[in-house]
């Protein structure tokens, strides 16, 4: 017998596996993608990077926000091995049981899942041979502590984090805080990962895409220990982690400290502004808390509960959100209309006729400036029934509507009424009312100027918050514009924002104002004037300008008001002072707002005396 | 030697470099899945490269030994090389277990695996045995006695245990069929005890050796892949089922088998080739179909049971009992056309251990992820030709002695690629061998260079001997 064609059968079966063993590494290796992703999933960690936040300076570049760096204790539960509670707890320094009610918490804080493959049962997120968190943030002097003996306790270790640190404890309000995103978050934008932190007030928040700088990705190879090997494939396909840039701020922190120092023991508010620019210098809201307070999620834990029960409402960003009545401050606006209505004259006088309203004693308002440095009620009265009764209709409740619509234009173009497009969240409009606001209040044509008269000087209905307020100086600072005010003067180095360089006018022509700056040039220099106190007893004879103002307040002590520029000529501080239940706004609100000027424009302050009375006083109950 | 003749003259060159190329290909893979940046030169003998290059040396050196020898000593000393390593094979069974096998022999700080010794004591017994029958001379005696010479460590084997080199035993009945030792006899002394049935020969106790290991291959891929959907990469949406791909593939298959047998062939040949191929597709296909038909009509309880012994267990799948292969699988199906690039592998390395011994039986894994489908191309391609050069040099042998065992060194080492690659592709259950001349471990290294250096050495005095 002849066996040598079974040579062909060993052949074909040698050949067959091998073409076959071709054709399936092929499927395995080029077409199926299974495979790879299996091995994705196996033996590669997705790392996100996430930068530092972008740090923040003052005007003058001092840092104001920055980051420091933290230490999370994290473990991995599959690589502890005969755990030590009690030896363990002593070195962290908590109670018996903490240990063992902190592992519990971390589990139930990773939230549950339901199983598609396994019946739609509940599972924990929570995986044994992953990194968690045991401790977060805690600082070096903490860690320090716990580190040289934490390798008895395998399993743990240290890992470094980065948080916000606040060179000042001033600025809350302004900074706003950081916090981790919340569930809706991460839906919303897939740019957070659980763990991250987000903006949560004031420029961390408006600022946020900015602040928080680019993730970097790190592709890792890891173990079937789930420990972290080296970079995949070398690190091709890796990004980099960038900074947010750095951000420059029109405040200036020296003076915001002064502001809340002077604050103290008050309710209320100051903002400061640059008439030229619209930076705001100074934005304080009292009282306020220490922006250090709400530093990474267990000081917030600890410390937001009792800022927000607080009834002085520290967290509530006065001078942005809060809507006082103006008071006499309004007055200043009411001559710039009449002026440009052609109403009056900076000649104009009208008798203090306390028929109607009450007013100070012992002056008569001749003219314009008189008016405003006396504060007059009822020659304003006058004015304001002017403006709105201008004969344009018979009918003379016609005639109001005419007259109001008009007069509602002016306070449009002031930038009342309406939020600025500023760079601050949680702006509240105010309130100016128009002649739809009257005829559904009191019924088509059924009101005129009697019936609302009481807004002539800033009370009635009208609201404006401290920022407007404070832009209301900046407007006559100017004599006749406005940049929306805000607080970021550069990004990276970029400059100004562009909706920060357009220029609001006011519809007011530039003559109208020199009697109106004249009349509170008087109401602070002249003897009699309402606003005395505001004046900066200084060799350099800085000529302040000021309007004091008592807002009514039916719930009890009035508050006083008062907004001012300085210098008279070529303005480079434009202030408004709001402090509640204080009375009368030159006693208490001038000579801060005084201060604020001195110390803005000197650099410190040589009026001891002021400042003295100012700091002892106070005004809760 | 003769006279006057070099020692390199007559050597089989082209086997000699593959064998070579071979060598470079499997220390640069172990290098780098088990590569210790602390430790990157490759002498370091402190890591499992340091010691492969050492082992390589040692295989090269013996290698040099046995080409010194001259061939006629390995016929005269067959039987003493046989019985000696089933000493070791039995002494090995009195050491302590290592991972659960008496597997390794401690030799003053080295551990030797015998059964890797024994293939080649078995193969040079064999040729000897079969050598010395009349070409005519099946009868039920001779195959009996081959199949003793085979079994006899085959069972020493199985008491370690270890059921990879058992299976790799199993090569020598294909080198038996080749030299017309079959199970004819045994089948013809069963069948021909039905009265009224006198046969000489059957068609399948002749081929049934071939036959069976096809028809266990075709169920084994079957059942693997009829329980799996095809889906594609770049064709989104489009999914074929598993059974289908089966069918497909083993209609292309025919179709080539067809066309190239048809070239290849006398006129005479041609229908009959037609014929069978017809047949064995037919064949095939019922029966790829009923075993997948069963399998599908199975109880649930007995799915799982087949699941679990052939590894393919859904639910122990990612984490469970099938746990290596799959991660096998995903490191071999991760390296792409072009691979990750050399020392990129993630998933196969010593250091991240998601593949456990990845620098001995699994191998591949390493070598696939690095290099893609270009590189296990390459390396499947590099052993076709291997192993058709053995073939060859088989069939110029004029010593049936010699093509016996040329004929042995082929299939062992064909059955250690099946089986090796298998287990990385699905195509087999993960039982430990190694991969000729990659994986690392001194007892295999040594052993196949035996095996080579032995043929190369019958090969180039191939003229000597008549017999
Ligand atoms: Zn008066």
């Not at chain 1, 003219?367 to 201008?390: E, G, H």
């Not at chain 2, 006629?72 to 046989?82: D, H, L, T």
């Not at chain 2, 296909?285 to 649930?300: G, K, P, R």
């Amino acid at each position: 017998m002849n066996f040598d064609t079974r040579k062909y059968v060993i052949i074909v079966f040698i050949l067959t596996v091998g073409i076959i063993y071709t054709i399936r590494l092929f499927f395995m290796q080029v077409i199926d993608d299974t495979w790879t992703l299996r091995a994705t999933e196996v033996s590669e960690r997705r790392k996100q990077i996430v930068p530092p936040r972008g740090a923040i300076f003052d005007r003058f570049g001092t840092k104001v926000v920055s980051n420091r760096t933290y230490y999370n204790l994290m473990f991995v539960e599959d690589d502890i091995k005969h755990l030590d509670t009690a030896a363990f707890e002593k070195l962290l320094g908590w109670e018996k049981g903490d240990v063992k009610k902190r592992f519990k918490e971390i589990v139930i804080e990773q939230r549950t899942y339901r199983d598609k493959n396994d019946g739609y049962k509940v599972k924990p997120n929570y995986q044994s041979d992953r990194p968690y968190a045991f401790i977060k943030e805690m600082t070096l002097d903490e860690i320090a502590k716990i580190a040289p003996n934490l390798y008895k306790f395998p399993g743990f270790y240290e890992e470094i984090t980065s948080m916000r640190s606040y060179t000042y404890p001033n600025g809350a309000n302004i900074f706003g805080y950081i916090t981790e995103v919340n569930e809706k978050e991460i839906e919303e934008d897939s740019y957070y990962r659980k763990g991250d932190n987000i903006g949560r007030a004031g420029i961390e928040k408006f600022y946020e895409k900015e602040l928080r700088g680019q993730k970097g990705i790190k592709y890792i190879v890891t173990s079937a220990r789930n420990n972290e090997l080296k970079p995949y494939m070398g690190g091709k396909y890796d990004t980099i982690a960038k900074q947010g840039p750095n951000f420059r701020l029109g405040i200036d922190i020296k003076l915001q400290e002064y502001g809340e120092k002077l604050m103290q023991g008050k309710r209320g508010c100051i903002v400061a502004i640059e008439p030229s620019t619209g930076e705001i210098l100074a934005l304080v809201s009292s009282p306020t808390y220490d922006p250090n307070l709400l530093i990474g999620n267990r000081n917030i834990k600890k410390n937001y509960p009792k800022l927000i029960l607080d009834k002085d409402m520290p967290l509530f960003p006065r001078p942005l959100a809060a809507e006082y009545p103006p008071g006499s401050i309004f007055k200043l606006l009411q001559s710039l209309i009449a002026l440009q209505e052609g109403v009056i004259t900076p000649e104009s006088g009208f008798p203090c006729n306390k028929g109607l309203v009450g007013c100070h004693p012992g002056h008569t308002a001749n003219n314009l400036p008189d008016a405003i440095k006396f504060s007059c009620n009822p020659y304003f009265y006058a004015v304001v029934r002017r403006i709105l009764q201008q004969g344009k209709s018979k009918n003379v409740f016609a005639d109001a509507e005419i007259g109001m619509n008009k007069w509602y234009d002016y306070m449009m173009a002031f930038g009342l009424g309406q939020k600025f497009d500023s760079d601050v969240t949680g702006l509240r409009p105010g309130l100016i009312p128009n002649s739809a606001y009257y005829n559904k209040w009191y019924g088509y044509h059924r009101w005129a100027f009697s019936t609302i008269r009481s807004n002539s000087i800033g009370q009635g209905e009208i609201k404006l918050t401290p920022l407007q307020m404070a832009n209301v100086a900046c407007i006559i600072a100017n004599r006749g514009w406005y940049y929306t005010p805000h607080f970021v003067k550069s990004i990276g180095g970029k400059g100004s924002l562009p909706q920060f360089r357009k220029k609001h006018k006011c519809k007011i022509d530039r003559k109208n104002y020199d009697p109106v700056v004249e009349g509170m040039r008087r109401a602070v220099n002249e003897p009699g004037g309402t606003a005395s106190r505001a004046k900066i007893n200084n060799e350099q004879k800085i000529i302040v300008c000021g309007k004091t103002g008592t807002a009514q307040n039916p719930h009890g002590e009035d508050h006083a008001v008062f907004i001012s520029f300085a210098p008279m000529d070529q303005p480079k501080i434009a202030i408004a002072v709001f402090i509640e239940n204080a009375g009368f706004g030159g006693t208490w609100s001038a000579p801060v707002a005084s201060l604020m000027m001195e110390k803005y424009l000197t650099r410190k302050v040589k009026d001891k005396e002021k400042e003295k009375r100012i700091l002892e006083a106070t005004f809760k109950n | 030697m003769r006279q006057g003749e070099k020692l390199t003259s007559h050597l089989d060159w082209p086997l000699l470099i593959i064998y070579f190329l071979f060598l470079i290909m499997g220390m640069a893979t172990v290098y780098s899945t088990s590569l210790n940046p602390e430790h990157p030169n490759l002498f370091d003998y402190s890591q499992k490269y340091g010691k492969q290059i050492v082992w390589l040396g040692v295989s090269l050196f013996l290698g040099l030994l046995v080409f010194l020898i001259d061939s006629s000593v390995y016929r005269k000393f067959a039987v003493p090389i046989y019985l000696f390593t089933l000493v070791l094979l039995v002494a090995v069974l009195f050491m302590p277990p290592i991972n659960g096998a008496r597997a390794w022999l401690q030799l003053g700080g080295f551990g030797i695996q015998p059964a890797e010794f024994a293939k080649t004591g078995t193969a040079l017994l064999l040729a000897r045995y079969i050598s010395s029958l009349n070409i005519k001379q099946q009868n039920l005696n001779s195959v009996l006695v081959a199949n003793a010479i085979m079994l006899v460590p085959m069972v020493l084997i199985l008491l370690q245990p270890d059921a990879g080199t058992f299976v790799v035993f199993t090569s020598f009945l294909f080198v038996m069929y080749r030299e017309g030792l079959t199970y004819d006899p045994l089948v013809l002394k069963i069948v021909n005890l039905i009265p009224g049935i006198k046969f000489k020969q059957t068609w399948v106790g002749t081929h049934f050796i071939p036959i069976m290991f096809a028809v266990v291959f075709l169920c084994i891929v079957t059942l693997l892949l009829s329980n799996n959907t095809l889906t594609f990469d770049f064709l989104p949406g489009v999914k074929i089922p598993g059974f289908f791909g089966v069918i497909i593939s083993l209609l292309i298959f025919c179709l080539i088998a067809f066309f190239f047998l048809r070239f290849n062939s006398s006129k005479r040949d041609r229908r009959r080739i037609t014929t069978v191929i017809l047949l064995a597709f037919i064949l095939s296909t019922s029966i790829a179909s009923s075993v997948n038909y069963l399998f599908q009509n199975l109880a649930e309880h007995q799915k799982d049971r087949i699941e679990l012994v052939l590894g393919i267990s859904k639910k122990d799948e990612k984490n469970g009992k099938d746990y290596n292969r799959n991660r096998a699988m995903a490191a071999v199906g991760s390296g792409g056309l072009f691979g990750k690039g050399y020392t990129n592998a993630s998933v196969a390395t010593i250091e991240s251990n998601h593949v456990p011994e990845s620098e001995t039986d699994f191998i591949f894994c390493p070598y696939a992820e690095e290099w893609g489908f270009v590189g296990t191309f390459i390396l499947i391609v590099m052993y076709m030709i291997m192993f058709f050069r053995i073939i060859m040099i088989a069939e110029r042998q004029r010593s049936r002695f010699n093509r016996v065992y040329a004929y042995s060194v082929v299939m062992i080492l064909f059955y250690h690629l099946a089986v090796n690659i298998g287990m990385n592709i699905g195509f087999a259950p993960v039982i430990g061998i190694p991969l000729p001349f990659f994986s690392y471990g001194g007892s295999s290294m040594m052993s196949f260079s035996v095996l080579i250096f032995v043929l190369l050495k019958l090969d180039s005095q191939r003229s000597h001997v008549l017999q």
